[in-house]
């Protein structure tokens, strides 16, 4: 590129279409030109011998990333780009591949033109790409274009989603290309940014575990209380006896259980006669009615009916924090020491 702007001048507003003089003439040519949000951009220049790009990104959850870019003279649209980005780009890999195609088709088709023009709606793009250290692989691919670029370029950061004709044609074709069916474009690979790689990891490995957590052969008494994984996540906030870790478990100090392991000679309680089971002890067993009632009122006043869900306990705090004073002030599933 002949001249190249230094960077600079973003913050002020430049008036370019109302300028006698085209900013690629000026002398003092800032390094961004700031479009106003008005008047409204036409999608064409009105003068022969100017191509126009508009470039723009768009994501759709981290899934779903594409851009595009819309390229006009004064005769009208020239053509128009279209891609889709791999799972896990980010908006600002989709704004710098649109700059970066931008430039290239300038660089191989901007022969019959006297001057170019580049309108992106991030700032951050532009600059990024007029500094040298410390940035992506396609920006300093830009700069280098822009460098060797033979038709004097001018770049505009444009407003987005206030009327600009361009701009919002780019914004509609990249979420086009964004939420087009997979195989619609070819992917361009990229490297996913570090926060998403792990949010991408935790939320696998969590869908992973649950999985496997739904058809587990053991483990069946705590699944009654955390049907889900993430369910689980309430323990986390609040102190939980071992007595209750162990109750939920169904391996702690009840008959049921004792007489498994050949600990005791009846599984039944010594009290009621029934099974003395997690469900016994929770709900039933008339030796706790007195230390369970603070319990009973905590699931009552959540609107849910006496004797609970397994799982319903673990969806509200109040509860939990009552049932685990519950099971420690009974003292029946303390181990002797
Ligand atoms: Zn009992």
């Given amino acids: 590129m002949k001249a190249l702007p230094a960077p600079g ?14 900013p690629w003439l000026s002398s003092r040519l800032p390094g961004i030109f700031k479009v106003p949000k008005s008047p409204i ?17 768009s994501v759709f959850s981290s899934a779903q990333v594409g851009f595009s870019v819309v390229l006009a003279d004064h005769t009208g649209p020239v053509a128009t780009i279209q891609r889709a980005l791999t799972p896990g780009s980010t908006i600002f890999q989709a704004e710098s591949l649109a700059f970066f195609e931008a430039l290239r088709w300038l660089d191989q088709h901007g022969q019959s033109y006297r001057a170019g023009e580049i309108y992106s709606d991030s700032l951050s793009v532009l600059t ?20 060797k670029l ?33 195989g619609t474009f070819q992917l361009i690979p990229t490297t996913p940014s570090r926060s998403l790689v792990k949010n991408l990891l935790g939320s696998t490995s969590r869908k992973l575990w649950n999985d496997e957590w739904q058809v587990a052969k053991t483990g069946r008494s705590t699944w009654n209380f955390f049907p889900t994984v993430g ?19 169904g391996h702690c100090k009840l008959n049921s259980f004792l007489h498994r392991i050949k600990r005791s000679l009846s599984f039944n309680c ?5 099974v003395e089971d997690v469900e016994h002890f929770l709900f039933y067993c008339t030796r706790f009615s007195t230390s369970r009632y603070p319990f009973k009122r905590a699931v009552e006043r959540k609107k849910i009916v006496w004797p609970p869900p397994h799982a319903d306990i673990f969806r509200h705090l109040s509860i939990v924090k009552s049932l685990n004073v519950f ?8 181990l002797v020491v």
């Fill in 9 to 22: 001048g973003i913050d002020r507003p430049f008036s370019h279409h109302s300028s006698s003089l085209p």
């Fill in 41 to 57: 951009l036409p999608l064409s220049p009105a003068l022969p011998g100017i191509i126009r790009a508009y470039t723009d990104g």
């Fill in 128 to 147: 990024s790409a007029l500094q040298a250290p410390k940035t992506t692989l396609t920006l300093q691919e830009c700069r280098d274009t822009l460098h």
């Fill in 150 to 182: 033979a038709l004097p370029t001018a770049l505009f950061w444009i407003p987005s989603h206030v009327g600009h004709h361009g701009n919002e044609r780019a914004d509609l074709l990249a979420k086009e290309a964004a939420q087009a069916a997979q």
């Fill in 231 to 249: 369910s689980a996540a309430i323990l986390n906030k609040t102190e939980i006896s071992y007595q209750l870790y162990q109750l939920l478990t």
């Fill in 270 to 274: 010594t009290l009621c006669n029934s």
């Fill in 327 to 334: 099971v420690s002030r009974s003292k029946h599933l303390d």
